[in-house]
C-alpha cells in the first residue's frame, strides 16, 4: 500500500505558488454618461494589483490579480474601482483573464456600478523584472463601455 501511495505522490511534481505585485500606470477612453462627472473621455490610470501565480502543466499557468485603481487623476476626479481577475499565463509572456470590476459612482441610486472586464497582458522581461503592457476592455453595461492600456512594474 505505501509503495502505491509514494509512486503516485512521486509521479506529480507539487504546485509552486507565486506572488507578484504590480503597480501600472495608463490611459482610458470611456463613453460618456450622464451619472458621471467626466469632462472627457479621455482619462488617466493608476492601478495596483497583486498576481498570484499558480504552477500549471506545460506552458499554461493559471493566476489570479485582484487589483485596486484610481480613474480620472488627470480631470481631478477619483473615481476609485477595484476588480478580480481570473485567466491563464501563456508561457512567460502572455495572460488573459477575464472577471468582475466594480467601481463608484457620485449617483445616490447606484453608487457601486459593477461590470466585466477582458483583460490580455504582454509581459516584456527586461535585466530581470517583468513589465506588463496591459490592454483591458469593459463591454457595454448601462450605456458605458471602456477602453484601457496600461504599463507597469512587477516585483516580488
Not at 16 to 44: A, D, M
Not at 57 to 75: C, R, W
Request: hydrophobic share 35%; with cysteine; aromatic share 12%.
Amino acid at each position: 500500500m505505501w509503495l502505491f501511495i509514494t509512486s503516485i505522490l512521486s509521479a506529480h511534481t507539487l504546485s509552486q505558488n507565486k506572488w507578484n505585485h504590480n503597480i501600472s500606470l495608463g490611459y482610458q477612453y470611456r463613453t460618456l454618461v450622464p451619472e458621471e462627472s467626466f469632462l472627457s473621455s479621455h482619462c488617466s490610470v493608476l492601478q495596483y494589483s497583486g498576481v498570484f501565480t499558480l504552477s500549471g502543466t506545460g506552458g499554461v499557468h493559471a493566476f489570479v490579480e485582484p487589483s485596486m485603481g484610481i480613474v480620472g487623476l488627470n480631470q481631478s476626479i477619483l473615481q476609485p474601482s477595484v476588480s478580480m481577475i481570473l485567466g491563464f499565463q501563456l508561457g512567460n509572456s502572455f495572460t488573459i483573464g477575464s472577471g468582475p470590476t466594480v467601481s463608484t459612482r457620485d449617483d445616490q441610486e447606484n453608487t457601486f456600478f459593477p461590470q466585466i472586464l477582458i483583460e490580455g497582458s504582454l509581459l516584456l522581461h527586461v535585466d530581470g523584472s517583468t513589465i506588463p503592457i496591459k490592454f483591458g476592455y469593459v463591454p457595454m453595461s448601462y450605456g458605458l463601455t471602456q477602453y484601457q492600456l496600461t504599463i507597469g512594474y512587477t516585483w516580488n
